[in-house]
Each structure stands twice: as C-alpha cells, then as structure tokens.
C-alpha cells in the first residue's frame, strides 16, 4: 500500500498550503474510491464546491 501513501506524500510537497493539500488529497481519495455521493463530505461545503465543480 506503499503507492497510496507515496500518492499523499507527493500532494502534500506540491502544496505550501496545508488547506490546499488537504484538498488535493481528498480530491485524489475520492477519484480512487468515489467518496462522493457515500456522505463523506456531506458536511464539507468547501469539498462539495471541488467536486460538483
């Protein structure tokens, strides 16, 4: 499972911004496992914006 954490590693060097980051790899999780939809940014207005966008 080496690749997923090399995968989160890389989005958090590409970012200065924690915030940012975060985004980033949320939008990866979600492309890998399709989070949304399933409730896992229901209450995430900011995630919700990324993604219907």
Known sequence: MARLREA??????ENDDPQKA???ICKYLD???G????????DDE???DV???
């Open 8 to 13: 989160i590693q890389k989005k958090i060097s």
């Open 46 to 48: 900011v995630m919700l």
């Open 51 to 53: 993604l219907d966008n």
């Open 31 to 33: 492309n890998k496992m």
């Open 35 to 42: 989070l949304h939809g399933n409730g896992w940014f229901d």
């Open 22 to 24: 975060a985004i980033e």
